[in-house]
């Protein structure tokens, strides 16, 4: 429990000095593929709650796997609702990634979602994080304080980006490309220039409120992670585990 709150400080003290924190992504859900990702050098993973197949109840054993590794689990939640920051994080998830914030006070309610009173009003009980009370007393500091990342996905959380960025208890923002471009009618159409200029202006907002801002490189490319570092990316999600292994995997790749 106490090294786990290590690693949340750790992640934090980077960020603030601004260094990178690279982790992943996985959609599959066994715990053999948590192991593997969790032993492989990354600060974070976070498990697909939005768009993978994975239930609440395999939450444990992943999260399990991923710390086998000594890497921090965190959820990308379906949705920022209370139930579902509840159910990730007394599960044991050291953090949440929350899809579609919309604005400040949608962020607001989120982390208020996220912690044990007296920050926020999240329910107090026994639970996997705490080792079912056993680790009680420890939990409490966490449960305070866990990792949140907002992802801004949408034109209209850009409208609001500068309040976003100033609701106390935020981490980092993380952009999603994809939504982002489709709030635009312009789907993964990454080289269109307005896509390209509200790219800009959300890393801008970002650095200049001194909130890392953060993007999902989703091609296993160490050029493109390298890339996007330069342009002043700091919280980096690198590829996702089924597309790791779909580009290992393509026999046409080996030229016959």
């Given at each position: 429990?106490?090294?786990?709150?290590?690693?949340?400080?750790?992640?934090?003290?980077?960020?603030?000095?601004?260094?990178?924190?690279?982790?992943?992504?996985?959609?599959?859900?066994?715990?053999?593929?948590?192991?593997?990702?969790?032993?492989?050098?990354?600060?974070?993973?976070?498990?697909?709650?939005?768009?993978?197949?994975?239930?609440?109840?395999?939450?444990?054993?992943?999260?399990?796997?991923?710390?086998?590794?000594?890497?921090?689990?965190?959820?990308?939640?379906?949705?920022?609702?209370?139930?579902?920051?509840?159910?990730?994080?007394?599960?044991?998830?050291?953090?949440?990634?929350?899809?579609?914030?919309?604005?400040?006070?949608?962020?607001?309610?989120?982390?208020?979602?996220?912690?044990?009173?007296?920050?926020?009003?999240?329910?107090?009980?026994?639970?996997?994080?705490?080792?079912?009370?056993?680790?009680?007393?420890?939990?409490?500091?966490?449960?305070?304080?866990?990792?949140?990342?907002?992802m801004i996905e949408n034109v209209s959380a850009v409208k609001d980006?500068?309040?976003?960025?100033?609701?106390?208890?935020?981490?980092?923002?993380?952009?999603?490309?994809?939504?982002?471009?489709?709030?635009?009618?312009?789907?993964?159409?990454?080289?269109?220039?307005?896509?390209?200029?509200?790219?800009?202006?959300?890393?801008?907002?970002?650095?200049?409120?001194?909130?890392?801002?953060?993007?999902?490189?989703?091609?296993?490319?160490?050029?493109?992670?390298?890339?996007?570092?330069?342009?002043?990316?700091?919280?980096?999600?690198?590829?996702?585990?089924?597309?790791?292994?779909?580009?290992?995997?393509?026999?046409?790749?080996?030229?016959?």
């Amino acid at each position: 429990m106490k090294d786990k709150i290590k690693k949340i400080s750790h992640i934090r003290q980077k960020l603030k000095d601004g260094k990178n924190s690279i982790g992943s992504w996985m959609q599959i859900p066994h715990a053999s593929i948590a192991e593997i990702m969790g032993d492989s050098g990354y600060d974070w993973v976070a498990i697909d709650l939005e768009h993978g197949s994975i239930s609440v109840q395999q939450l444990p054993d992943l999260f399990r796997a991923i710390e086998l590794g000594g890497t921090l689990p965190l959820a990308r939640l379906a949705e920022g609702k209370l139930k579902d920051c509840k159910h990730a994080l007394d599960a044991g998830a050291a953090g949440v990634i929350v899809p579609m914030i919309e604005n400040a006070e949608h962020l607001a309610s989120v982390v208020s979602y996220c912690c044990w009173p007296a920050t926020g009003k999240r329910g107090v009980g026994f639970s996997r994080a705490n080792l079912f009370g056993k680790y009680f007393d420890d939990y409490k500091k966490e449960a305070q304080a866990p990792l949140i990342v907002a992802m801004i996905e949408n034109v209209s959380a850009v409208k609001d980006l500068d309040s976003i960025l100033k609701v106390e208890g935020l981490d980092a923002i993380l952009i999603g490309p994809y939504d982002l471009s489709a709030s635009l009618n312009k789907t993964a159409q990454f080289d269109d220039p307005e896509f390209k200029h509200l790219m800009s202006q959300i890393l801008l907002s970002a650095q200049k409120a001194k909130i890392p801002c953060g993007i999902h490189v989703v091609e296993p490319s160490r050029e493109q992670l390298e890339s996007r570092i330069l342009e002043g990316y700091q919280f980096l999600a690198f590829s996702i585990d089924a597309v790791m292994l779909q580009k290992a995997a393509q026999f046409n790749q080996l030229g016959n």
